[in-house]
């Protein structure tokens, strides 16, 4: 603590790459170009290789910079599940100082087309899955000139495949190790243009520097905070590709020359089943998969033994979970970690060295964080409450055309807010408890949804849980809660009621009623999409004054 009340990050192992990202993982994927398996889709157990990542993603560069991209306003976007060839494009462009967008297969086109409206991508490369979404909204978007299919062997519908867009600009003689990287400032150069909805409003583009890939690559390679920095130790990797936190974990798994197996999206089976199969000793995952594997009784059809690791993010996820998890698979603890797209993933995660399940973790390298007072601007001690802000040369540089909510989000003096809620112990330790934004306020008392969720997830009959606030004109919001229980039993509105009335003070109540679901509405890292849930017991008000 060199100024009051400000944490600081421990001193680095390593020194941060002093020059583009795109050069540092160039020199990555040729350091580890002889293990035969950089990523193996568990679905098919197809594989691509080191070299072949190295090879493609030069010569597409260079075929890149041959088309003429690189003026400055230039964008690729890369639409595409999990793939074995989502990457290339995307190293491809950091090569050459080019920003990369990513957008999800999944979107409508209403939604893709204000997506790509945002980063506007004149060279759009996508799976041929993505293709009929892209041909569809590419005649309304002018700034998006071509489009590429990146994993077929042939032009579909009148696209070229990767290879043909190749062949028009290099030849099969082309030699990676003659091509280099550009180098630039990589402070100021975009590497990548990110969806988040930032802490409040609609989706914007966030925009992280070549600084901050580099940041990031230093933690990774850390023996306390990095996940694991033995070259070829298998790493199941399950959150999507074009999500920040697939593309921030995998581009890091570059670096330090993993073996990533892929898994398109969570299926439980699926899920065990290559833990078992591949001998996976690492497993990142989002508090979802958590409670499946804290509940579900497919678990334990399954030899789980290889796992020696099982990291969580992308939402807060209970001690009991987190105590539950460990004991059921042997494990001395839960690693944590807690970031926002905005400040390139994990800016907190648990020190091998000091596993405290529950906790968010501590400050990583050339990071600092504060608790602040919203009240008061101050930052506060250790064990009090407040808004978790960050300050390190990592985080985004803002949002992407967008300096309304750029000043929104990060201070005069630099300070990120975050918009969650947390406190430290003495010793540094975080606790992350609640968004500020989502805190049900009953009677001008706060309550913290996540906190209900946790308690809620105890009940042997629940299997997952969503609480939110519902409105009320006399006490402004009243706690509500979206239950799925367990397959095969039952539970009344009123038990659950009961249930979660014995563990807290009245304020926490769930007045506003309980709804039995199917699922829980969530995001692709686990984060709860409370604005469904609303939506939920809005439409369920709406039946009620009906009849």
């Known amino acids: 603590m060199e100024e009051e009340n400000i944490m600081h990050g421990a001193e680095p192992r390593d020194l941060v790459h002093p020059g583009s990202a795109g050069t540092q993982l160039y020199r990555s994927l040729y350091k580890f170009s002889y293990f035969p398996e950089a990523i193996v889709d568990a679905h098919t157990h197809e594989v691509i290789s080191y070299a072949t990542i190295f090879n493609v993603s030069c010569r597409l560069a260079a075929s890149l910079e041959k088309y003429g991209l690189g003026k400055e306003d230039d964008v690729v976007g890369v639409c595409s599940e999990n793939n074995l060839n989502f990457f290339s494009p995307v190293l491809a462009a950091l090569y050459l100082g080019v920003p990369v967008a990513t957008s999800n297969d999944m979107y409508t086109d209403g939604e893709i087309s204000g997506h790509l409206n945002i980063s506007k991508p004149c060279i759009m490369f996508c799976s041929k899955k993505a293709l009929p979404l892209i041909l569809k909204v590419q005649k309304n978007l002018h700034f998006m000139k071509k489009v590429v299919v990146i994993d077929s062997m042939y032009d579909m519908n009148g696209v070229e495949c990767i290879n043909t867009f190749m062949n028009h600009y290099t030849d099969h003689t082309f030699d990676p190790l003659k091509f280099q990287p550009k180098e630039f400032d990589p402070l100021k150069k975009t590497a990548l243009i990110m969806s988040s909805s930032g802490t409040t409003g609609l989706p914007k583009g966030v925009v992280l520097s070549h600084r901050s890939l580099t940041i990031r690559f230093v933690h990774s390679r850390d023996p306390i905070y990095g996940t694991r920095t033995i070259p070829e130790t298998s790493i199941l990797s399950l959150v999507p590709f074009h999500h920040a936190f697939g593309m921030f974990t995998t581009l890091s798994y570059f670096v330090v020359g993993l073996r990533i197996v892929m898994l398109k999206k969570f299926e439980g089976e699926l899920f065990l089943k290559t833990i078992q199969h591949y001998k996976i000793p690492t497993i990142v995952v989002a508090p979802p998969v958590m409670v499946f594997l804290a509940k579900s009784p497919l678990v334990d059809k399954y030899d789980l033994s290889s ?198 003070t009245p304020t926490k109540y769930l007045r506003g009623g309980v709804i039995f679901v199917d699922r829980i509405p969530k995001g692709p890292t686990g984060k709860l999409m409370r604005q469904e849930l609303r939506a939920i017991f809005a439409a369920k008000k709406a039946q009620t004054s009906k009849l």
């Open 307 to 504: 796992l020696r690791e099982v990291a969580t993010g992308g939402a807060p996820i209970g001690k009991d979970v987190a105590h539950a998890v460990a004991k059921r698979l042997g494990l001395s603890g839960i690693l944590q970690g807690y970031g926002l797209t905005e400040t390139c993933c994990a800016v907190v995660i648990t020190p091998h060295d000091n596993l405290r399940t529950g906790s968010a973790g501590k400050v990583v390298p050339y990071v600092k964080a504060k608790i602040l007072d919203k009240a008061t601007g101050k930052a506060l001690g250790p064990n009090e409450r407040g808004e978790i802000c960050f300050k390190s040369e990592m985080l985004m540089k803002g949002y992407h055309n967008n300096p309304e909510a750029t000043r929104e989000t990060i201070d005069e003096d630099g300070w990120l807010h975050s918009g969650d809620i947390g406190y430290y112990e003495e010793d540094g330790t975080i606790y992350i408890v609640d968004r500020l934004k989502e805190l049900i306020k009953y009677k001008g008392y706060q309550v913290a949804p996540a906190e209900l969720e946790n308690l809620l997830l105890q009940h042997p009959d629940i299997a997952d849980a969503g609480v939110t606030g519902v409105p009320d004109g006399f006490a402004g919001q009243l706690p509500a809660a979206c239950i799925v229980l367990e397959p095969g039993k039952t539970l009344t509105e009123k038990e659950v009621v009961d249930f979660l009335a014995e563990r807290v």
